[in-house]
């Protein structure tokens, strides 16, 4: 499965790799910059499934306000959470 990112979002995954399993770190550093601000991670829907289930677990911790509305961070988390959606 081909997953593509922004800079920013791979930039901002890198800064949670303490979240993820070594497979998933792993993953992040064989990813391709395949054009000046994207990259795109080659993995299989096993392994998108996994970063999306840490994403969402972290997003729940992190991504909203005192009133359960979506902060930036949260939203940047929706946005990474779409992509690794099987």
Do not use: N, W
């Amino acid at each position: 499965m081909d997953i593509h990112l922004k800079a920013r979002q791979f930039e901002y995954l890198r800064s949670l790799a303490t979240l993820f399993p070594d497979t998933l770190v792993r993953a992040l550093e064989e990813a391709r910059k395949v054009t000046p601000g994207t990259y795109c991670l080659f993995i299989p829907r096993e392994m998108a499934k996994e970063f999306g289930d840490s994403l969402t677990y972290y997003q729940a911790r992190v991504g909203f306000d005192s009133e359960y509305k979506l902060t930036d961070e949260g939203r940047m988390l929706e946005d990474l959470i779409d992509r690794f959606r099987i």
